[in-house]
């Protein structure tokens, strides 16, 4: 089966994931960056607004607690503050959470 815009359920849970991994990887990064002796600083292009060791959406405790309440809007801006995700790719990725 799949969802209105073509792709299947499982394949947006799954890339959910991987952009998830990926977020956690990028603050791993971030915190790569910040603790370098003399520091290096990053391009523009790879500054990250997020904390230096971003959470993973997939095991946020207050994020799977707000998915679970049915506060959609909230986990959206909870995993927008994990991933540093815009806004429609938050809301498709806590939709896949959610299913």
């Known amino acids: 089966m799949t969802t209105p815009g073509g792709a299947s359920p499982g394949l ?3 890339l959910a994931a ?4 990926l977020a956690r990887l990028g603050g791993l990064i971030d915190h790569l960056y910040a603790q ?3 520091p290096i600083h990053k391009p523009a292009e790879l500054r990250r607004a997020t904390s230096p060791l971003a959470g993973d959406p997939r095991t946020d405790t207050e994020l799977q607690e707000l998915l679970r309440a049915g506060k959609t809007v909230k986990a959206a801006q909870r995993y927008q503050q994990l991933t540093d995700a815009g806004v429609k790719e938050s ?3 806590v939709q896949a959470l959610q299913q």
């Open 12 to 14: 947006d849970a799954r």
């Open 36 to 38: 370098s002796h003399p």
């Open 91 to 93: 809301i498709a990725a």
């Open 18 to 21: 991987i952009e998830g991994e």
